[in-house]
């Protein structure tokens, strides 16, 4: 039941923003004028910012989940608003979305991330994915998908320049289960293999001197469903926080897969939340 009003609530909370988000798109479409598109960002990045508060309010105040932060470079604390970061995450459920939202948007810019196209096909959450221009993936691993996939990144990535908020990806492109891993051969024990096209693609289109926020997310053994964690039946989530910069990226693969080694000995270290 909690699960339920959870859901019901999180939908209302998009569809009460939705009005506002698709008009200031379709003003932007119409009259693609400097001041007006200034405007019409500072409707959607105040708009974004509030719905993600009050999903926040309810994480924290009716679902009591504690997020335990591992932040030792005070990386949250130093973002701005304006600021137009990469971010990248191991993703293991749908809620990861509403803790990355929470720790980065709450704090600094607002999120765009990748999405899969059949999730524009979702009532109310697709329409605002696509309203706010989220960059779209086919996901079906021919070589034209794939080339259409890297174009929709490289254009997300010059798009922040104009219109700041961060890019969220998981390099995992998709959530990690035990199945997969053994499947796909990873050689990580909590992780998928990395893949690194969309890292490669942001390297050649943004400044060096762009930050990427490397965030890992830790759930207790079984929390990591996302209506598990809309039941109030999970106490604390565990995050850790880095940062590097987009100059410190020499081969994207090997520092993505430097990274998973790192990210799967923290993820491995903390087998259980106390």
Sequence with gaps: MTSFVSFVFVTANLFLWFPLLLLAAIVRFVVPVGIVE?????????????????????????????????????????????????????????FDIFLLQTLISGRGPILKFVIKVELLWVPVLGWICLALNFPRLNRKGDVRSRSRDLNSVESAS???????????????GTRFSEEKRVVRCSPYLHLLRPKAGGLSVIQKSMSESTRILDI???????????????????????????????????????????????????????????
């Design 38 to 94: 200034k405007a019409t960002y500072q409707v959607v990045d105040s708009v974004y910012r509030l719905a993600v508060n009050i999903d926040a309010w309810w994480i924290s105040n009716v679902l009591g989940i504690e997020l335990e932060i591992e932040d030792h470079m005070d990386v949250l604390s130093s973002l701005a608003h304006s600021e137009s970061p990469v971010v990248i995450c191991n993703h293991q459920s749908w």
């Design 158 to 172: 010059l798009t922040l320049g104009k219109e700041p908020g961060g890019l969220l990806i998981f390099p995992e």
């Design 216 to 274: 890992s997310i830790r759930y207790n053994p079984g929390d990591a469903n996302c209506w598990r964690c809309m039941s109030s039946a999970v106490d604390k989530i565990q995050v850790k926080v880095e940062s590097f910069q987009l100059q410190d990226v020499k081969d994207a693969t090997d520092w993505l897969n430097q990274r998973w080694s790192v990210k799967d000995t923290w993820l491995a270290s903390h087998q259980t939340i106390l």
